[in-house]
């Protein structure tokens, strides 16, 4: 029999990004609340000191910092025809565990999503016509805009200290910046990192070619910052260990330096670690939350009753828990019916290799997790894809984060894989050589999904999730249409050999591309279409709210966090400043 | 020169490997003049391929000191005997069955179980053809042998050869470019190669100097003062050892 503990106001599933602001959000507005965080709790003293920390081995390789797949992972499969297979080891994507969630590893590219990003498919057919969309593509709208989301955005970004160059203040465009992106109330809170050599070398390529470099927003700080919480940061030092790494420094951006600490003394917050939700209970209606069971470290089962319960574990665990809970109808591939668990979508990345002459020096290693150069002019709806047959799109942008060696070092194709000869060309080619990420948008179709593994299960005995995926048709025009660009881009930065080739299917788990993970509780307008409103409230359980890049109905060009933070901080004020006051829904169906 | 606080170096590249190999019952061995201590995984059969294999995939040549000489095959002996050998985190529940390469490794092996399933059934295809020990193959035969093990997925007592082959290339890489305190990259040869500083990184004042050449030398993370390194016995299991 499960222990009981008192009723809260608030429960928390994840304290990582999402649960560290809406404890924040939800004890400033009065609210008793617990979090409840799987992982070890960890902070930037002890936990991420150098040099320890700089430990290619340990973090990169052994992964320390992610989820243990031991315990829990998932099984994949192409198509539901084929037969999924436990991932038995983390390859594509890294989601991280612990106390201060993915932030803590993560790299710190913190774009805003495009208004065509949250309005995807109405602009699509605006633009191109209704019969443009292939059927099996399933993109939507969120339900917001970006005039919407902005002063969510300005809030995180300003949480955060984000360095970078603004394009766009109001509606007056500002040189130096993302002429593309939409109107922000105000300038970055610090200014643009250091663009190191092969950025500067891209940027000027660019240039020459016609399009409009600017640099990479990011959350390893530029110069010191205090945020609005009166947390500060320290000017990051180009160490190259940074994403799947603590940053010892300060000077990345995570849930440790920005936030923790403050929601960490409130006296109406607990925080619980090593503590597994297995599910959320509902009434016998199944209508309301009651709260949820978990099971803590040492094993024993606890219920812990709450008349809110905030779902903010990483994406795929998101879908993962409300599968378990049964929360919502489970997405059928073959009848298009059901919502949890559809649109899962990913990012279609591919990159263009420059290998230099040895008298160019690129020092790979001096590098942050989010510098560099990029520009928007293949990204979303910034350009016409009338001609081109397919939607979405990709920045383009030499944003190398590290030279660790184990990782990185670069080969022309053609060197064999061991030998004196791979060695002499891994010891020519290590110091000169740079490379553009293609990083692109994914696409929702109806083939793409998560649900319930019918054989594997995790180590408390539950299933393991179920991911059917492969790169959509669409997004591998896209790469190859914007590949060939980056390509492009990369023969005019004048090195000796250029390589390199747009994604391709299948698509292939154990190669890391990225832990953008999207979709599967997306929000939207439509309970038929959306498991969330718009202020991410279940549709079917009105005292739930789930958060997450588990909302987004596809994924966009961009990196997720920035949305993820503004989604977070949207929810938090609907919930204090609305649902608080009239508890119920939101957004009647 | 930085000073080794345990296991020492071993001279000679290819030359009388077998004569290097300590059966993991030995205390210590005197080579070269310095104290060596035994293998905590590796028997003397398994060494007896290990350090004349990763001599192939990573030779000493005119650019410098290649895995052997990095003390790989040690790297590899501390790996197999700990965590990660044992399979942390490794999801290992059945049913077992082949997958697809994009599903990824469906084995039920452990690593540990893996190199000594393999190397057993390398010790007895070599046999089944004559061949008395990789160690005794001329270089060009062993490079044979390995890309023949590569290239095929050739039984070795249940692992496919081109899943051990893979498993071994990427350890002995990990052990040429790794942090010497796991015992590999000895002296730092693999980063001194490429021009890799090591784990003491502060460059926000050389970042934007373009194309400067950076010739610190390198630092491991376990160096002090005196340029001693010390040496991690074991990886432990966990991000840290903190209490929940």
Known sequence: MAERKDAVDAVLIGVGMVGTILGRELTRAGLKVVGLERGEPRYTVPDFQGPHMHDELRYSVHKALMQDTAKETLTFRHKASDTALPTRRLGSFLPGTGLGGSLVHWNGQTYRFQDTDFRMRSRTVERYGKNFLGEDVTIQDWGVTAADMEPYYDRFEYLLGVSGKAGNIKGRKIAGGNPFEDPRSREYPTRPQKEPYGSALFRKAAEGLGYHPFPQPSSNLSEPYQNPEGLSLKTCTFCGFCERYGCEHYAKATMQTTLLPLLLQQKSFELRTGCKVLRINVDSARKTATGVTYVNGSGQEIEQPASLVILGAFALNNVHLMLLSRIGEPYDPSSGKGVVGRNYAYQTTSSATVFFDESVNINPFMRSGACGTVMADFVSDNFDHGPLGFVGGAYVGEVMSHGRPIEYHPTPPGTPGWGSAWKEAVARHYNHTSSLNVHGSSVATRYNYLDLDPTYKDAWGLPLMRMTFDFPENDLKMSAYVTQKALEIAQAMSGRQVVGSPRKAPYNITQYQTTHNTGGTIMGTDPATSVVNRYLQSWDVANLFVIGASNFPQNASYNPTDTVGALAYWAADAIVNRYLKAPGSLMPA | ?244
């Not at chain 2, 030779?59 to 790989?72: F, Q, S, W």
């Open chain 2, 1 to 244: 020169m930085e000073r080794v606080s345990r296991r020492a170096f071993l001279r000679g590249a290819g030359a009388a490997a077998a004569a290097i190999v300590t059966p993991a019952c030995n205390r210590t061995e005197q080579t070269a003049g310095r104290q060596r201590a035994p293998y905590a995984f590796l028997n003397a059969d398994e060494a007896a391929f290990i350090e004349p294999a990763v001599a192939r995939l990573i030779p000493a040549d005119t650019l410098g000191p290649g895995a052997l000489e990095a003390d790989v095959p040690a790297f590899i002996d501390l790996q197999l005997a700990g965590a990660w050998g044992a399979g942390e985190r490794l999801y290992r529940s059945g049913p077992w069955q082949a997958g697809t390469a994009e599903q990824g490794y469906q084995l039920a092996f452990t690593p540990a179980e893996l190199f000594r399933t393999a190397l057993r059934g390398i010790g007895d295809d070599l046999r089944k053809s004559g061949r008395n020990g990789f160690a005794k193959l001329n270089v060009q035969d062993q490079d044979a042998y390995l890309k023949s093990l590569e290239s095929e997925s050739r039984d070795l007592a249940g692992v496919p050869s081109n899943i051990f082959f893979q498993s071994l290339l990427e350890v002995t890489v990990e052990g040429f470019f790794s942090d010497p305190v796991y015992g590999g990259n000895k002296d730092m040869v693999g980063w001194k190669l490429i021009g890799f500083p090591g784990a003491y990184a502060n460059y926000y004042e050389l970042v934007d100097q373009h194309g400067i050449a950076f010739k610190r030398a390198p630092m491991s993370l376990g160096q002090d003062a005196s340029g001693t390194i010390h040496m991690h016995p074991v990886e432990p299991a966990q991000a840290n050892g903190k209490a929940k």
